[in-house]
């Protein structure tokens, strides 16, 4: 006899703990017992694309990418315009569920970089380089320091300071070093190094 069930002779169903009572049993027998386990199905319309359908196309998009370390956001964009149609939500949970988000993902083989470089001249006066710093005073509070370096020897060349750091400031000891270094040269050429963008300033001077 099971809860729900009707007697065939009294046509009516017994309580539970009149039938756990007969059978000697406790509640908590009752409610620890093996139930068959029921798959949860996603709640909602099912997705035009399957799970594994949607790992395919993400290592596919991974490893027809260019780039290294990217996150599934920008794989949900470029899948959406190849006609990948998903929320971005199920992107980072395949990913994650499969090791693929980028702090995970291994790096490609790039060449490094490497600075190989030389900035130190023979001779004075062949490469100078400009820079600006901010700092405290307490009569006039903050204050910009700019300055032209000699990269042979590192001489201060020219220096300049200002209220306020804009490029006419950065500019101030450019000119006084050229007049300072080169007032005696006709036509000089110096290159000078722009630490900020990394261009390079040719500056012509004529007396």
Not at 1 to 9: H, L, N, R, T
Not at 21 to 42: F, M, N, P, T
Not at 113 to 123: A, C, P, R, S
């Amino acid at each position: 006899m099971m809860k729900g069930q009707i007697s065939e002779s009294q046509r009516r169903p017994y309580p539970m703990r009149m039938i756990l009572k007969i059978a000697g049993l406790s509640s908590a027998a009752w409610y620890r017992r093996k139930v068959d386990h029921v798959e949860k199905k996603r709640p909602g319309p099912k997705p035009l694309v399957s799970d594994q359908d949607l790992l395919v196309e993400t290592k596919t998009e991974i490893n027809n990418s260019t780039f290294t370390g990217e996150g599934y956001q920008k794989i949900h964009k470029r899948m959406r315009k190849r006609g990948v149609i998903c929320a971005k939500e199920r992107v980072n949970r395949i990913m994650r569920e499969n090791q693929l988000l980028s702090p995970i993902r291994p790096r490609l083989n790039i060449e490094q970089n490497e600075h190989k470089g030389k900035i130190i001249t023979e001779l004075p006066n062949r490469m100078w380089g400009t820079d600006g710093k901010r700092f405290f005073t307490l009569n006039e509070g903050l204050c910009w320091f700019f300055s032209v370096i000699d990269h042979c020897n590192d001489e201060i060349i020219a220096w300049h300071t200002a209220k306020i750091g804009n490029r006419f400031a950065a500019m101030e000891p450019v000119k006084m070093a050229v007049k300072k270094t080169l007032v005696l040269w006709r036509k000089a050429s110096v290159i000078i190094p722009d630490c900020s963008s990394g261009l390079i300033m040719v500056v012509n001077m004529t007396q």
